[in-house]
């Protein structure tokens, strides 16, 4: 049986070989088995479609779990991902405006205010004490010397 088999497959490639030569097709004959029994062509379609398993694999398994996975994976990204994301914006303007309100204008802005204010009134109490005497200005300044002196005895 294999021997006859054998047989028929070196019959029929020499008739390929020889027609392939002279330009025909190299894969069959024209009065091969194909052409002359459905069921052998019903076979080699089977076999040139190799089973029919990428047809199988990307119609039905490719598709039918890319779909459901990519439909997935966009409503995690839509509902999960970006909420997170919102959410920690929403925080950080929440956060920027306790920052601007209470330490920026109460703290920073009060601190420059309360010293601009105390300069303000340093002038004009210093301001009054100018009164252009002379003699006034070395009183003031023999009391300051005075005091002075009395506060270094002490601490000494």
Not at 6 to 32: C, P
Not at 47 to 52: D, E, P, S
Not at 98 to 107: L, P
């Amino acid at each position: 049986m294999a021997l006859t088999g054998a047989g028929v497959a070196v019959a029929y490639y020499r008739r390929v070989d020889r027609r392939a030569a002279a330009g025909g097709a190299a894969t069959e004959l024209a009065d091969g088995p194909t052409s002359r029994w459905t069921a052998a062509r019903l076979g080699h379609t089977l076999l040139v479609q190799k089973y029919y398993l990428d047809h199988l694999y990307t119609g039905i398994v490719a598709k039918g779990t890319a779909g459901p996975i990519a439909r997935g994976a966009y409503w995690f990204n839509q509902h999960g991902i970006d909420e997170v994301v919102n959410q920690a914006g929403r925080k950080a303007v929440a956060a920027g405006h306790v920052v601007y309100d209470r330490i920026d204008q109460k703290v920073i802005d009060g601190v420059v205010n309360t010293t601009g204010t105390a300069s303000h009134g340093a002038g004009e109490e210093l301001r009054r004490m100018q009164t252009g005497k002379v003699q006034q200005y070395a009183g003031v300044m023999f009391v300051a010397s005075v005091v002075l002196a009395a506060a270094l005895i002490l601490v000494l």
